[in-house]
């Protein structure tokens, strides 16, 4: 099992590593903790059945241990049973993920001219242009590529598969 995960791991960007409230850091683990340090990227540790444990001290020793091992950009302590923990580990997830976003030129026209206020709001306007339309280079959200749909250069509406 370890081999298939230090495989996997070649083109990552963040990882979890997983493991159960026992505050030694055992072979499999400290293995891919080193690979993981190799990697140079976001790294989650995620210390699952926190709910075994009777006194929850019991995880400060845990999250020291590992601490040790290999400085993690966040220590989730979660249940599976239960739940606990669970919003945390997807908000730290999040954070770590790419939101998408993407250079696109927008050809706004005169009279929409008020939603260059807006971009520069909710994007990162680059560049701004005038010409036959305002033309703006901005770094947006998918959010607001959707938002803006035919104003952006190349914008398709986006299609379920079973419609093609």
């Known amino acids: 099992?370890?081999?298939v995960v230090k495989e996997s791991v070649a083109d990552v960007d963040a990882v979890m590593?997983?493991?159960?409230?026992?505050?030694?850091?055992?072979?499999?683990?400290?293995?891919?903790?080193?690979r993981i340090k190799t990697l140079g990227c976001p790294s989650v540790l995620v210390i699952n059945k926190v709910d075994t444990l009777e006194h929850k001290e019991e995880l400060l020793e845990v999250i020291q241990i590992y601490g040790q091992a290999h400085e993690f950009t966040a220590v989730v302590p979660v249940s599976a049973r239960?739940?606990?923990g669970v919003p945390e580990l997807?908000?730290?997830?999040?954070?770590?993920?790419?939101?998408?976003?993407?250079?696109?030129?927008?050809?706004?026209?005169y009279d929409q001219g008020g939603l260059l206020d807006k971009l520069y709001q909710q994007a990162k306007v680059e560049s701004v242009e005038y010409g036959e339309t305002i033309d703006v280079a901005a770094v947006c959200t998918p959010k607001v590529i959707g938002q803006l749909g035919p104003l952006v250069e190349g914008?398709?509406?986006?299609r379920e598969p079973w419609e093609d």
Do not use: K, Q
């Open 155 to 158: 914008w398709r509406p986006r």
């Open 17 to 34: 590593l997983l493991v159960e409230p026992i505050p030694n850091v055992g072979g499999p683990e400290a293995e891919l903790i080193a």
């Open 1 to 3: 099992m370890v081999n």
């Open 90 to 109: 997807l908000a730290a997830i999040g954070r770590r993920l790419d939101n998408g976003a993407r250079r696109v030129i927008i050809h706004l026209p």
């Open 82 to 84: 239960t739940g606990e």
